[in-house]
């Protein structure tokens, strides 16, 4: 049976997924600082919401709104238009304004919109900080002690951020959604996150590289798994154009 693909619309990088991300998929999508992870999930989310017509979500605790739109305008893409037209929303929240209920807000938002394409930015920003402000009475003293076992205080925040990370996640695939997850990571470590579990939660892996040795292609892109579609395995260089993000192969490289 033929499944509609969520398409990004992001040149040459379709193709390496069988048409799309496959729908209502959670997507983990990791690279370093400057590796263009933000560009290529504006890029999916403003296509989906001109190119596509679905409704879109933008979430960053990282950049204000305006900061997002001023990035948008260097690639011809008008956000602000989007906006007025009901199709594309941007939430914006700094670190200091997250708390328990800050997840719970975006779910609610997502179901009474009826979003189809989600991004935050950053996984990473998100479970270090949110974690932080649990409400005590979602920790029962029994899952940090057991008869066997007594986790110390630093073993005991580290299992508060895995509940958290499977909590999100697990409550993000259980939404009509297509959802692309920014996360920090360095080039050529093995982990994807700091939370070390989303990795193997997540439905899909982007990996994205950057290498500062300047000219045109100083990224690259490999999508290490994607669930229910064959999935190309190669490096791709990554070229930042002036419409936004291009991938390309390698035979077009050399060329």
């Known amino acids: 049976m033929r499944i509609t693909k969520s398409r990004t619309g992001i040149p040459g990088f379709d193709k390496l997924v069988q048409g799309g991300l496959p729908p209502e998929s959670t997507i983990l999508l990791a690279g370093p600082a400057g590796s263009a992870k933000s560009i290529f999930s504006l890029q999916y989310i403003y296509n989906g919401a001109t190119e596509y017509n679905e409704q879109s979500m933008y979430v ?8 997002i739109i001023n990035q948008g305008k260097q690639f011809g893409w008008k956000i602000a238009e989007a906006e007025k037209k009901g199709k594309m929303h941007l ?56 008869q066997d076992n007594i986790y110390s205080p630093s073993l005991g925040g580290d299992f508060i951020l895995k509940r958290f990370i499977y909590m999100l996640i697990g409550e993000l695939q259980e939404l ?10 360095d080039n050529g470590q093995e982990n994807y996150s700091r939370d070390n579990v989303s990795e193997f939660l997540c439905d899909g892996i982007i990996q994205m590289h950057f290498e500062s040795m300047g000219g045109k292609y100083s990224r690259s892109l490999l999508v290490r798994k994607m669930r229910h579609v064959k999935n190309d395995e190669d490096l791709h260089p990554v070229e930042i154009s002036r419409k936004g993000i291009v991938i390309h192969s390698m035979d077009e490289k050399r060329e």
């Open 176 to 185: 009509p959604v297509t959802t692309l997850l920014i996360s920090e990571s």
């Open 60 to 67: 960053s605790f990282e950049q204000s709104r305006e900061s």
């Open 91 to 146: 939430k914006c929240m700094p670190v200091k304004k997250i708390d328990h209920t800050t997840f719970t807000e975006i779910i609610n938002y997502v179901k009474e919109k009826k979003i189809k394409r989600l991004v935050i930015d950053s996984l990473s920003t998100l479970s270090i900080n949110a974690p932080m402000y649990s409400a005590i009475n979602e920790v029962y003293l029994r899952e940090l002690i057991t």
